[in-house]
């Protein structure tokens, strides 16, 4: 597994960096890939950014050990690239930011007290933070699948990772879509699919 990480990370990585030099004009595209090899963790994979502002791709180890193969793989580390690649980071903020002025502010009119408004202002951040996630996850998936192909890998095998992943179901608070919204919106192999991948190579 150890391996095949190292293999998928020297393939997907210069072809991120160049999709997101492609896409993007003054962003950080420098990517840094690490692992969190704390043992006993759920799989995890997320995209954030060092104080330098370069992006940071990071893995754990139940993640790395869960995927089947390569393909799976590199269509997570294509997806959390993609993040990067449509500035996810940073629309995410800025819609906390404006959640949490709302909501303080119609506390602050209705005439709360002092730790009322800051109570609204917590949860119109959070509720703001995930006002977009969900759509922001399927726009990953998007670019993720573009990566992936040009990184050699299959995106169709890659994304039957969500087959297996715990379905986060249609719940409002929630910053993952549904797996069959998912599923309908990255490659599933149907013949639409496969007519676009050849278009793409």
């Known amino acids: 597994m150890a391996r095949q990480f190292v293999e998928v990370v020297a393939t997907v990585e210069p072809v991120a960096e160049e999709e997101c030099r492609a896409r993007t004009s003054g962003m950080n595209c420098n990517f840094q890939i690490v692992v969190d090899d704390r043992p006993g963790q759920a799989p995890n994979a997320f995209q954030t950014e060092d104080r330098f502002d370069r992006p940071i791709l990071a893995f754990n180890l139940g993640l790395i050990n869960s995927v089947r193969n390569a393909d799976e793989l590199a269509f997570i580390m294509s997806h959390e690239a993609a993040h990067h690649v449509m500035n996810h ?18 506390a602050a009119i209705g005439g709360a007290e002092a730790e009322a408004v800051r109570s609204a202002e917590q949860l119109g ?76 190579t």
């Open 89 to 106: 980071l940073a629309k995410t903020r800025e819609s906390a930011t404006y959640g949490a002025v709302i909501f303080a502010g119609i």
């Open 125 to 200: 951040a959070a509720v703001g933070a995930r006002a977009y996630s969900k759509e922001f996850e399927l726009e990953a998936d998007q670019l993720g699948t573009i990566i992936a192909l040009q990184a050699g890998y299959d995106p169709v095998r890659g994304a039957a990772f969500f087959t297996r992943i715990p379905d986060p179901g249609n719940r409002f608070s929630g910053s993952h879509p549904q797996r069959r919204t998912r599923r309908h919106r990255a490659p599933d192999g149907g013949s639409d699919d496969r007519r676009l991948l050849r278009r793409l």
